[in-house]
Nanobody, 118 residues
Framework: QAQLVESGGGLVQAGGSHRLSCVAS????????VGWYRQIPGQRREYVAG???????SVGDSVLGRFIISRDDAKNTVYLQMNSLEFSDTAVYFC????????????WGQGTQVTVTP
């Protein structure tokens, strides 16, 4: 059964750096694009960053210049490096797999909470 599992969430200090991981199992992970999204309760899910199978990346405007997405297909893992964290980065972060970055994901992880503290 295909599955994505996020990890690395927790309490992180404003201005600091932190890394999230998304590990895939039961799927041909290397053939899919993978995106990171985040959601604050009561708000719409926001696109954070995405990476294609060939390694091309995109990031959302709110994290441009601060967050970096990368992938290690040998480990079936996609990372989200978060730098210069701001209070507004507090959210539940989800990873998702899709055929391409411009289509809806077909597989979602369960999410991991990131809380930025003073």
């Amino acid at each position: 059964q295909a599955q994505l599992v996020e990890s690395g969430g927790g309490l992180v200090q404003a201005g600091g750096s932190h890394r999230l991981s998304c590990v895939a199992s039961g799927t041909n992970f290397q053939f899919y694009a993978v995106g990171w999204y985040r959601q604050i309760p009561g708000q719409r899910r926001e696109y954070v960053a995405g990476i294609t199978p060939s390694g091309n990346t995109s990031v959302g405007d709110s994290v441009l210049g601060r967050f970096i997405i990368s992938r290690d297909d040998a480990k079936n893992t996609v990372y989200l490096q978060m730098n210069s964290l701001e209070f507004s980065d507090t959210a539940v972060y989800f990873c998702a797999a899709m055929r391409a970055l411009n289509v809806e994901p077909h597989l979602w992880g369960q999410g991991t909470q990131v809380t930025v503290t003073p």
